[in-house]
Nanobody
Framework: QVQLVESGGGLVQPGGSLRLSCAVS????????IGWFRQAPGKDREGVSC????????YYTDSVKGRFIISRDNAKNTVYLQMNNLKPEDTAVYYC??????????????????????WGQGTQVTVSS
């Protein structure tokens, strides 16, 4: 049984940092991809970042490039999203998801939420002064 459990969300001031964690069980990250998504109130769920071990690819949506970093602790089977210089528009529920080894073209990592089969419960991130 695949389980993903996010943690690390909270309230932070603009310019601050948070590190989200996604503990993964029942799913081999060596052969598959992991993605981070977020959903703000009234908006669609959007892809933030993903990583594929098989292709060695990492992706960041433009709005977070240079501020967010996806990483993995192999020993703990945990994936992290380090979020720096947070902005009010980063406010959302953040989800991690486990998916196929690559994107639809067989390269990169999946960036569409429909490509992912397994999801965590989400963690709230609020950026406000």
């Amino acid at each position: 049984q695949v389980q993903l459990v996010e943690s690390g969300g909270g309230l932070v001031q603009p310019g601050g940092s948070l590190r989200l964690s996604c503990a993964v069980s029942g799913f081999n990250l060596d052969y598959n991809s992991i993605g981070w998504f977020r959903q703000a109130p009234g908006k669609d769920r959007e892809g933030v970042s993903c990583f594929s071990r098989p292709t060695g690819s990492t992706y960041y949506t433009d709005s977070v490039k240079g501020r967010f970093i996806i990483s993995r602790d192999n020993a703990k089977n945990t994936v992290y999203l380090q979020m720096n210089n947070l902005k009010p528009e980063d406010t959302a529920v953040y989800y991690c998801a486990a998916g196929p080894p690559s994107g639809v073209a067989g390269t990169g990592c999946p960036i569409d939420k429909h490509e992912y089969d397994h999801w965590g419960q989400g963690t709230q991130v609020t950026v406000s002064s």
